[in-house]
């Protein structure tokens, strides 16, 4: 598998996300091949889409103003992660625990970091609809067959730093299952399923980077994914009682809800 840098240039909102993304491939002489995988940035996209509220122009409540004081952040901000999220367990200074889309998540994934100053980022809007439409769009023009992944960062339990997370597919089957399968001493493998994408995410977000490196954008090349023209949002997320951490330790962090 080869994986290769895209550096592009300071993303302006509302532009031609599709005509951007090829032209960054091609000044870097990097033909699209059947079966590549294009991983861009979710702060790229939502930038694209202008996903992005200036915090001065926030009325916070009083719930934000509460959760805001508690956890050392600005009510403001607080109030965004609020419309953002579906459910709020809690914090730390900083950040709070929060529920999007079924994903667990630092905030709802709002971010200060890489948006204009005075601005709050958030994910892009219908982020598994954008990627099918990037990936359209790069077959219609290109005649390649493709996958596109919408990277984010993310903390693991317990875990120092961020990794990767595929917030979006579109192409490639994103979990490998391995259960009914036999392991090297012929066990049959019972629960594990191979987080493919995430993996892919992780390998990506290494070479994005995570502060001022202009490159949202990774093409990576003989990838061990097998092709799909179906992605469904739910192939990548399991519901929070079925999840090893969030079954038990949620209910603990129910009693601290706001």
């Not at 951007?20 to 694209?48: M, P, R, W, Y």
């Not at 965004?80 to 998540?105: C, F, H, M, Q, S």
Request: aromatic content about 6%; overall charge positive.
């Amino acid at each position: 598998m080869q994986i290769f840098r895209i550096p592009m240039e300071l993303i302006r909102p509302r532009a031609n996300l599709l005509k951007t993304v090829l032209s960054a491939i091609d000044k870097q002489k990097l033909g699209i091949e059947n079966g590549d995988i294009l991983a861009i940035a979710s702060k790229a996209v939502a930038t694209f889409q202008n996903q992005m509220t200036r915090l001065d122009s926030v009325e916070p409540s009083e719930r934000a103003k509460k959760l805001a004081g508690r956890y050392d952040l600005k009510p403001g901000f607080v109030e965004v992660v609020l419309r953002e999220a579906d459910r709020v367990y809690g914090g730390v200074p900083k950040a709070l625990l929060t529920l999007k889309d079924n994903i667990l998540t630092a905030n709802s994934g709002v971010d200060r970091k890489n948006a204009p100053k005075g601005y709050a980022i958030m994910w892009p809007n219908e982020p598994f609809k954008t990627a099918e439409e990037l990936r359209s769009r790069i077959f219609e023009i290109t005649s390649k067959r493709v996958g596109v992944m919408i990277v984010d960062s993310r903390v693991t339990p317990l875990r120092l730093g961020t990794t990767g997370l595929a917030l979006a597919v579109a192409g490639f089957e994103p979990v490998k299952d391995h259960r009914g399968k036999r392991d090297l001493y012929g066990n049959t493998i019972v629960i594990t399923r191979h987080a493919v994408a995430d993996d892919l995410a992780s390998a990506a977000h290494l070479l994005m980077g995570e502060s001022d490196e202009r490159t949202p954008l990774v093409l990576i090349k003989d990838a061990p994914v097998k092709p799909t023209d179906h992605v469904e949002s739910s192939s990548l997320v399991i519901r929070p009682k079925q999840c090893l951490y969030t079954k038990y330790v949620l209910k603990g962090a129910a009693k601290e809800r706001l």
